[in-house]
T-cell receptor, first 115, second 114 residues
Framework: GAGVSQTPSNKVTEKGKYVELRCDPI?????LYWYRQSLGQGPEFLIYFQGTGAADDSGLPNDRFFAVRPEGSVSTLKIQRTERGDSAVYLC?????????????FGPGTRLTVT | KQEVTQIPAALSVPEGENLVLNCSFT??????LQWFRQDPGKGLTSLLLIQSSQREQTSGRLNASLDKSSGRSTLYIAASQPGDSATYLCAVVFADGATNKLIFGTGTLLAVQP
């Protein structure tokens, strides 16, 4: 079956602009995660959804970052007033459910560049 | 602070050699540990998932072990091939809450020379 998909694959935006990044999880997966990976680093957790609700948003760096998952499937990560420090690869992952026994499957990522 | 560390940061070996990648974590209370592979400019591919109750998992030429008490995991790659060249990431779900967020190491960049 289809894996996790993310769009766009690349996004270049100017400082101060608003961007939206989209994630389509594996069909039937109820848990969805967003991570951010800076160059040369491992991914860092941003936010986790179980169904439609954000169960843990402790990794969001500040209030410019927001994510939604209105129907419990597709999720959108929204970044307001982008800064150059937001440049990174944004990764989305899904798992069958939130139980710790389940693997997380990652999408290819969206590379965001803020100029 | 819960952290995951991977050593070495980079490794270069000749084709055919067996090798070991190391991962250490600061808290022995974990739910699971996952090894991933990342190719340049790509997302993460899950290689092996070890539950906290398990000691090892195997898939083909890969074997991952887990020693919770010492906070260590190793990924053993047998008979390495140039196609194994990639960054290998170790990630842990710590048992400190309800969220199954992964805490990642910074990875080991592996180059297998033909």
């Amino acid at each position: 079956g289809a894996g996790v998909s993310q769009t766009p694959s690349n996004k270049v935006t100017e400082k101060g602009k608003y961007v939206e990044l989209r994630c389509d999880p594996i069909s039937g997966h109820t848990a969805l995660y967003w991570y951010r990976q800076s160059l040369g680093q491992g991914p860092e957790f941003l936010i986790y959804f179980q169904g439609t609700g954000a169960a843990d948003d402790s990794g969001l760096p500040n209030d410019r970052f927001f994510a939604v998952r209105p129907e419990g499937s597709v999720s959108t990560l929204k970044i307001q007033r982008t800064e150059r420090g937001d440049s990174a690869v944004y990764l989305c992952a899904s798992s069958l459910t939130s139980g710790w026994a389940y693997e997380q499957y990652f999408g290819p990522g969206t590379r965001l560049t803020v100029t | 602070k819960q952290e995951v560390t991977q050593i070495p940061a980079a490794l270069s070996v000749p084709e055919g050699e067996n090798l070991v990648l190391n991962c250490s974590f600061t808290d022995s209370a974990i739910y699971n540990l996952q090894w991933f592979r990342q190719d340049p400019g790509k997302g993460l591919t899950s290689l092996l998932l070890i539950q906290s109750s398990q000691r090892e998992q195997t898939s083909g030429r890969l074997n991952a072990s887990l020693d919770k008490s010492s906070g260590r995991s190793t990924l053993y790659i047998a008979a390495s091939q140039p196609g194994d060249s990639a960054t290998y990431l170790c990630a842990v779900v710590f048992a400190d809450g309800a969220t199954n967020k992964l805490i990642f190491g910074t990875g080991t960049l592996l180059a297998v020379q033909p």
